[in-house]
């Protein structure tokens, strides 16, 4: 027996694994062989093409398109009418089925309203995707981006809060109170 809810206008094809506690929203198409972890919510008029691997808490607003390559780890948030892409140099006469390329959204990544990601790009852990930006590389843990093409201006703690590292390359989360730790390029958080 099915321990998720489908409201009565979405399609789900044969072959997928949807976990416990999911619920899919109005006009949604969950396409053959998806896997949908335990307490994902898709929003109104959500499309999951074949073979994408969302994992646990996922969360998925309205109008957004996960394609075939897609693979959103535990906790990621997809804002309203965010993009995905899956071919890199697409025409409607040349069938690229077998060039998808895969796209990786890190634990805990958030990607905001409007942004577009380009395929073969991976978003790290815990991310901070501007509303409205173009992802054209990867994306590192704990980064913020914004813009077109996207630019990083800072780095955001789990909770998603701007870190502001003092001379010794130390920062606090104003909510959690965890510290984090710049190390060259990259923030590392402290154990």
């Known amino acids: 027996m099915a321990n998720f809810y489908a409201h009565e206008t979405a399609v789900i094809d044969e072959g997928c694994k949807i976990g416990d506690e999911t619920k899919i929203w109005h006009f949604s198409h969950i396409m053959i062989n998806c896997t949908i972890g335990d307490k994902c919510n898709l929003g109104q008029n959500v499309v999951v093409s074949p073979g ?72 790290g852990k815990y991310a901070l995707i501007g509303a409205g930006a173009v992802v054209t590389k990867d994306i590192k843990p704990f980064a913020l981006v914004v813009g077109n093409p996207s630019k990083q201006i800072g780095w955001v703690s789990e909770y998603g809060h701007r870190l502001n590292f003092d001379e010794n390359g130390m920062a606090i989360c104003p909510e959690s109170k965890q510290e984090y730790k710049l190390e060259g390029d990259n923030v590392l958080r402290v154990k």
Do not use: H, W
């Open 52 to 123: 994408v691997i969302l994992g646990t808490n996922v969360k998925v607003q309205n109008n957004v398109s996960i394609y075939t390559g897609v693979i959103c780890e535990d906790d990621v948030f997809l804002g309203p009418s965010m993009v995905f892409t899956n071919v890199i140099n697409p025409r409607s006469a040349v069938n690229r089925r077998d060039q998808y390329a895969e796209t990786r959204v890190e634990q805990g990544a958030s990607i905001g309203a409007n942004a577009t990601i380009v395929c073969g790009n991976n978003i």
